[in-house]
């Protein structure tokens, strides 16, 4: 008995001894081999046992054809396949997610990965991004049934009700505004998240996507606290939202990731007239005049024809949506005449508006007392087997714990405001460096000399967004060839006030006060650290000019790019669809996903962007008869 008590204390001693500093690195390089492999055997798989149909004279033809099966597509295949009359395609470039992809934990190591990404970056950014490997920013987007669900912050958020009243009010449809929207919204959702509500008047129940609160929330107590103290409200941003800190609802389920692949296609797949096409690159809408008739795709080496007797519906994302219009000889004229693409209709509008929440990160605000997340002290074979075994421990973590809104003062408006910032409880373990770097594809050697010399000690990050930009970029195919990605410019900090860089300005000093003056963070000693990020030594600490200079060398994207196929009235001309999401001077065609927002709205954009998948497949049934 006395060897068996020993072997017990032993094995749970080795257990509990935290992984080496090494490990990160090390589990991303393994995360990469790993999915690679997996992913060369699932494509091996697809092209032995579901191989292309045999060349036919006449191609199939279906009642719809989905091209994307993302955070929208899914949805709207789930919804339409419910006919069973109907006979629907799904066309995905990717194939099923990994379950690495469902790891909360393994969030940043899943980023970046050609089989299961498809590794946009910007074109070089002129005014900011200077830390960014050759000014470019990273915007990984999801290629995989579940689109960017898979690879997301699983932040669920709706974001302002006046953002949707804003929609309403430039497309003239009222359908639009949030009382309209509210349904689409909670017909998704089943929601056990951090604000009980059992009357069901904020929140869904019973949907297929599940809402829950985070397994861990290292440091919300202090985060909501502190904001309390300066007269925030401390309620549901998803509901009725003003200025507010709250802890964060996420997409999870029992400690995993909980995409619209596992909430609307997994089981949806199994119905007989949903044909679900994986490895399927589409090429172009098939037009007869104005008047589309099918899709070309490539898949395994080959061109296949496929047609539609009702409606093709691109749900292929801000970047792939526009990309597609504009290769079926649908958008500016002097785009197309470029590229020698025969002019189908002339849209100016496909593929501009391009808008996203331009981010930079506030930090390390260092603390005195051990309470932050290290990597380097809670990482041990003990902690993966816990989350293996009961889906519990620091695996469930997912970067962010706590999230705030509030105005600047242009425009100052606390009932819709232009901030949205993240609290990341992550201290400054050994690594630290290199896992930003990849986050936000940052140059590693610049980050280095600065994050390297707060190693070891306890701290937090904040991620400031700029909720409300008025810049806009674009998105332009550069070749009529597929494969050949387009020019993708956010365009930050270019709107010509220049309000987007001053609200930045603002925000990045309130975080500064918020950390240094309120009693729940004076007790944890948070100070935020004396040196100067690389680049800005020649400007005086919390000046305006010092916060600028940060603020243009490190800036990322929050991965929430929208409105390239806008939304908009009738005489809009750089409108693309219409209030029923038709693409315009068409016929046939219509846009469901992000593309499609006139304006971005202020919080995450996956909860929008799964409401208009739920909202436009409403309109496909209303309108086909079901």
């Avoid at 219509?590 to 996956?606: E, F, K, T």
């Amino acid at each position: 008995m006395a060897s068996n008590l020993l072997f017990r204390i032993l094995s749970r001693e080795l257990l509990n001894i935290p992984l080496p500093s090494l490990f990160i690195p090390v589990g991303y390089a393994t995360i990469a081999i790993v999915t690679t492999l997996v992913c060369t055997a699932k494509f091996t798989a697809d092209v032995v046992f579901r191989p292309n149909p045999p060349t036919i004279t006449q191609p199939e033809t279906y009642d719809f054809i989905i091209v994307g099966g993302g955070s929208a597509g899914a949805v709207v295949a789930n919804r339409l396949s419910e006919n069973a009359r109907w006979k629907v395609l799904l066309l995905e470039a990717g194939d099923t997610p990994l379950i690495l992809n469902s790891i909360p934990g393994l969030l940043s190591g899943n980023m970046y990965h050609k089989d299961t990404d498809w590794n946009y970056f910007s074109v070089p950014q002129k005014n900011c991004s200077y830390t960014s490997l050759n000014q470019k920013i990273g915007l990984s987007r999801g290629k995989s049934l579940g689109g960017s669900s898979n690879l997301n912050f699983m932040i669920y958020q709706r974001g302002n009700p006046k953002d949707y009243d804003n929609w309403a009010n430039i497309t003239g449809d009222k359908s639009w505004n949030y009382k309209n929207l509210l349904k689409y919204f909670k017909i998704s959702e089943d929601y056990h998240g951090n604000f009980p509500d059992p009357l069901g008047q904020y929140h869904g129940s019973g949907g297929p996507l599940t809402i829950s609160k985070l397994r861990n929330e290292p440091l919300v107590k202090q985060w909501v606290a502190a904001a309390e103290e300066l007269g925030f409200n401390i309620t549901d941003p998803n509901a009725e939202q003003t200025s507010t800190f709250s802890p964060i609802d996420t997409t999870t389920k029992n400690g995993q990731r909980d995409s619209t692949y596992n909430a609307f296609l997994r089981n949806a797949m199994n119905r007989k007239n949903l044909n679900v096409v994986r490895y399927a690159v589409v090429d172009k809408i098939l037009m007869s005049g104005k008047n589309a008739t099918g899709v070309v795709y490539i898949r395994h080496g080959k061109k296949i024809e496929v047609q539609a007797s009702k409606e093709i519906i691109l749900c292929a994302g801000v970047f792939g949506s526009p990309s597609i219009l504009q290769r079926s000889g649908i958008g500016p004229r002097h785009l197309l005449e470029s590229l020698k693409i025969p002019v189908v209709h002339d849209l100016p509008g496909v593929g501009e508006g391009l808008q996203d929440h331009v981010m930079t990160v506030a930090g390390p605000i260092l603390l005195n007392d051990s309470v932050s997340f290290m990597f380097d002290d809670i990482i041990s074979p003990g902690t993966l087997l816990k989350y293996a075994r009961k889906r519990l421990g620091p695996l469930t973590f997912i970067v962010v714990s706590g999230v705030g809104f509030f105005s600047t003062s242009e425009p100052k408006n606390p009932d819709w405001p232009n901030i949205c910032v993240f609290l990341s409880p992550m201290g400054m373990h050994a690594s630290f460096a290199q896992d930003i770097a990849r986050l936000f594809a940052l140059e590693r050697k610049l980050l280095e000399p600065y994050y390297n010399h707060f190693k070891g000690h306890h701290a937090t990050q904040v991620f400031i967004n700029l909720g409300r930009p008025e810049s806009r970029g674009s998105v332009k195919i550069k070749s009529s060839d597929p494969d050949v990605p387009p020019d993708i410019d956010p365009n930050y900090y270019s709107d010509a006030g220049g309000k987007d860089i001053r609200a930045m300005i603002e925000a990045f000093k309130f975080i500064i006060k918020y950390f240094t003056t309120t009693t729940p963070w004076m007790k944890l000693g948070a100070n935020p650290n004396k040196r100067h990020f690389p680049g800005c030594e020649n400007f005086q600490l919390r000046s305006d000019e010092y916060y600028e200079c940060h603020i243009r060398h490190f800036t990322g994207s929050s991965w929430h790019s929208c409105c390239t196929n806008q939304m908009g009235p009738d005489g809009e001309q750089m409108a693309v669809v219409d209030s029923n999401l038709r693409v315009r001077g068409v016929k046939k065609i219509r846009v469901i996903d992000a593309s499609i927002m006139p304006i971005i709205s202020n919080a995450n954009l996956n909860a929008p962007t799964i409401m208009i998948g739920e909202k436009g497949a409403s309109l496909l049934l209303q309108e086909w008869g079901y």
